[in-house]
C-alpha cells in the first residue's frame, strides 16, 4: 500500500500527493482534456452563432450601395476572438477538471485541449469540404447526363434536327410572362 503525504495549499485546499521519491504514474486526465474540448467547440458554436447574427443585423440592402463592405474585416475580428474566448474557456475547464495541483500541469491540460479541438476542428471540416464537393460533382453529372439524354433524343442523326429541337424551345418572353402569371395567381406584384 503507498503511503501519502498531505498539504496545504495558500487557499487551504487538501492536497493528497504520493510519497516523496514516488512518480505520479497518471498525470494527465483526457477526460478533462475532451471535457475542456467539449465546452471549446460549445462556445465557438455559441459564439459563432452570436456574431453571425449581429452581422447579419447590421446589413441593410437598401440603404448602402455596398452593403457588405464591412463585412470581411469584421468576420474576420469576429472568427479571431471567438476562438481566442473558446480556447481560453476550454483549457481554463480543462485546467480545472483535472484536478492536478502544479500549474504546469494544468498548463498541459489546456495546450492538449488546443490540440484536440485542432485535429476535431480540421476533421469536421474536411468531411464538410468532401461531402460538399461530392454533392457538386454528383448535381453536375445529373446534370450533363441529362443534356446528354435530350440532346440524344431532340436530334437523333443529324444537325438539323437539333436546330428543330432548338428553334422548339420558349424564348425570354414567353418565361418572363409564366413567372409573370404566376406572381398575379399568387397575389404577388412583379417589381420588374
Known sequence: MEREVVTENRANRVI??????RFALRRTSWSAVFAGALVALM???LLSLLFAGIGLQSIDLTSNQNPLSGFGTGGIVALVVTNLVALFLGGWVAGHLAGVSRRSDAFIHGVLTWGVLTILTIFLLTTALGRFVGGVTSL????LGTTTQAAATAAPNSPQGAANALSQLPGFDAVQGQIDQFLNQAG???PA
Open 188 to 190: 404577388v406584384q412583379n
Open 16 to 21: 493528497v500527493q504520493p510519497e516523496p521519491g
Open 43 to 45: 462556445t465557438t458554436f
Open 140 to 143: 453536375v453529372g445529373g446534370v
